[in-house]
């Protein structure tokens, strides 16, 4: 079935520095790809997407491009502020239920 | 637009006691989720209904849980006999007919069950 795997945390950086979080996803047919934050006692928020391959999705500082050739949808920011931490999920959607990975827990200290 | 809304957002329960969660989507959205989550994992799907049809179930969603919408728009999610096990954040999300595939979550409803 459908899966998706990203990088484990949790992630620990200083402002100002460079992020990324990797997203590799197996899927049947051509997925929507998902990244969601959730915010400390907050549900999960949309964060971006992409639907189709070579897609960029962005917001808020934030980026990922839908790769095919390598199945990965990683995201980036440039500089990274204290209020970035949070919880980020990558997430496909080949039929309609949402397919999540575990997680990425991220600390931006000042 | 208000939202998904979930009520209650905490319930504490003692084992064996049945409990009930109430999900609002989006006004005019026909597809609505439930998700479980567990610390530190991903949600993960139990049931989606579009209108009042319950079309899918994971295996995850057993004989105790039971889930309705019965007039197309808020849902209910009943849990009976509760074990430890349930003990999780039950999520909601809604979806737009149509082209979009973007689900909008609720806050969630965190379940303890001692």
């Known amino acids: 079935g459908d899966s998706v795997t990203q990088m484990e945390g949790p992630v620990t950086l200083s402002e100002e520095a460079f992020l990324t979080i990797n997203c590799t996803y197996t899927a049947t047919g051509y997925p929507s790809l998902f990244w969601y934050v959730q915010y400390p006692g907050e549900g999960l928020q949309l964060l971006l997407k992409?639907?189709?391959?070579?897609d960029k999705g962005s917001n808020k500082g934030f980026e990922a491009t839908y790769r095919k050739e390598t199945t990965s949808f990683h995201l980036e920011k440039g500089s990274v502020q204290v209020s970035d931490s949070a919880v980020y999920f990558c997430?496909?959607?080949?039929?309609?239920?949402?397919?999540f990975g575990k997680g990425t827990r991220l600390s931006v200290i000042a | 637009d208000t939202g998904v809304s979930q009520d209650p957002r905490h319930k504490i329960t003692k084992r064996g006691q049945n409990v009930t969660f109430r999900c609002d989507p989006i006004s005019e959205h026909n597809r609505l989720y439930w998700y479980r989550q567990t610390l530190g994992q991903g949600p993960e799907f139990l049931t989606y209904f579009q209108n009042e049809a319950q079309l899918e179930k994971s295996r995850l969603l057993s004989d105790r849980f039971s889930a309705e919408r019965p007039k197309g728009s808020f849902s209910t999610l009943e849990i009976q006999r509760t074990e430890q096990g349930d003990s999780a954040m039950y999520l909601c999300a809604s979806l737009a007919g149509g082209s979009t595939d973007t689900q909008y979550f609720g806050p969630g409803t965190r379940l303890t069950v001692l």
């Open positions: 997430a496909l959607s080949g039929n309609t239920p949402l397919v």
């Open positions: 992409a639907t189709k391959a070579d």
